[in-house]
């Protein structure tokens, strides 16, 4: 009886497999729907618009290109330049240092650089989940480091972290 349950149940795993059934659904927990490839516009820095931030120079092009290893390293979706099924694009808004917490001494003690970027997201297969938010993370130094002996790594979390959010608020379906 054990192996009648067992054919049957592998029949019909094959017969949906053959049927062209496709799970769209992988270790990452995205669901990309019926969409098979994606664009990342890139991301114009406009930081110094927004008073007390600053332009860093490259931070627009590493950001567009950290935003595109996050979506092809956690999704099946090829990376295209034009006529995505998925499209993101937008503006970082704001890098800015500022002091954190303060000494005795009435001196800085810790500081944070903080980016924020606005995100547009179009899913040209499912448009009800388009979007448009504001993102943000920050890095916490030493006050007594300067921001460019601690830029890479502060870029590398800040990074990781907002692209990860915007993966998840565009294709993490939980």
Not at 13 to 40: D, H, K, M, P, W
Not at 99 to 111: L, R
Not at 114 to 125: A, E, L, M
Not at 132 to 153: I, T
């Amino acid at each position: 009886m054990k192996g009648i349950i067992r054919i049957s149940a592998l029949s019909f795993v094959l017969l949906l497999a053959s049927c062209g059934l496709r799970i769209n659904y992988n270790l990452s927990g995205a669901s990309v729907g019926t969409a098979e490839n994606f664009q990342v516009n890139f991301f114009q820095n406009l930081a110094d618009q927004t008073p007390g931030s600053v332009i860093e120079p490259g931070l627009d092009r590493d950001f567009t290109i950290g935003l595109q290893d996050v979506i092809l390293n956690q999704t099946s979706l090829s990376l295209t330049n034009s006529g995505g099924d998925l499209v993101y694009e937008g503006e970082i808004v704001e890098y800015r240092v500022q002091p954190m917490t303060a000494t005795s001494a009435q001196t800085a003690a810790q500081n944070r650089l903080k980016v924020t970027v606005n995100v547009r997201f179009f899913n040209k297969t499912k448009e009800d989940s388009d979007f448009e938010n504001r993102f943000s993370f920050f890095y916490d130094f030493p006050a007594n480091s300067l921001l460019e002996s601690v830029k890479s790594q502060a870029h590398e979390v800040i990074f990781e972290r907002l692209t990860q959010d915007i993966f998840n608020a565009s294709l993490a379906d939980w």
